[in-house]
């Protein structure tokens, strides 16, 4: 089945604490990118990558890194998390950027305390 | 970059009626006009999308429209259903390596 595959779903975690929220995608997708979810300001692009080894920021990238060193694989990975990025993350994928729908992950929820 | 303005933030409708969310763009050489639903707790998911070759693009109860020289889109939703429940974002993007821009998204609502 065609799919992009988040991990995990949920996570809590504390302040100051490294952590990676893992995304793979089985469709041989050129592009992926990050979005964070927050009620009343719709889906922000975190980080985007137009293929392997090729990323760039999006609109709200502070605190956040990436790494594509495998097409499938798009990690999002928060060095130092801080409260104020509690929120819900989306992966996405699409064959090529801007010229196709995206294909969305299940979504991680992420709590900082 | 792209600008994407989505009106209104919340709609009501009865079951049967029309419903229709309207986005603007800033970028006139967008050309990709992508709609998502997301219903509650899910993923946001494609539903439709318009290319700025076509102005108008139907799929059964759903058809959205593009006004190029007002740079503006809309979605409509015909004959609504319970199941229509959830929030719509419109996007818009160059195309061709163009990033995607979101919308904040409309929370429709249809009563039973």
């Known amino acids: 089945e065609a799919q992009v595959t988040q991990n995990p779903r949920y996570l809590i975690t504390v302040t100051g604490k490294k952590l990676t929220v893992t995304c793979s995608q089985n469709?041989?997708?050129?592009?992926m990118s990050w979005y964070r979810q927050d009620p009343g300001l719709g889906l922000r692009q975190i980080y985007y990558?137009?293929?392997?080894?090729?990323?760039d920021k999006g609109d709200v990238p502070e605190g956040y890194k990436v790494s594509r060193k495998e097409k499938r694989n798009f990690p999002l990975i928060l060095e130092s998390p801080s409260p104020n990025q509690t929120s819900l993350y989306f992966c996405?994928?699409?064959?090529?950027?801007?010229?196709?729908?995206?294909?969305f992950g299940s979504g991680t929820r992420l709590t900082v305390v | 970059g792209e600008n994407v303005e989505q009106h209104p933030s919340t709609l009501s409708v009865q079951e049967g009626d029309s419903a229709v969310i309207k986005c603007t763009y800033s970028d006139s050489a967008s050309n990709y006009f992508p709609w998502y639903k997301q219903e509650l707790g899910k993923r946001p998911q494609l539903i439709i999308d318009?290319?700025?070759?076509?102005g108008e693009k139907k799929d059964q109860r759903i058809a959205v429209t593009l006004n190029k020289t007002a740079k503006h889109f809309s979605l409509h939703i015909t004959e609504t259903q319970p199941e229509d429940s959830a929030v719509y974002f419109c996007a818009a993007s160059r195309g061709g390596g163009g990033r995607l821009y979101f919308g904040r998204g409309t929370q429709l609502t249809v009563w039973p």
């Open positions: 318009i290319r700025s070759n076509v």
């Open positions: 990558s137009m293929n392997v080894e090729v990323t």
């Open positions: 996405a994928s699409s064959p090529r950027q801007g010229l196709y729908g995206y294909t």
């Open positions: 469709m041989n997708h050129e592009y």
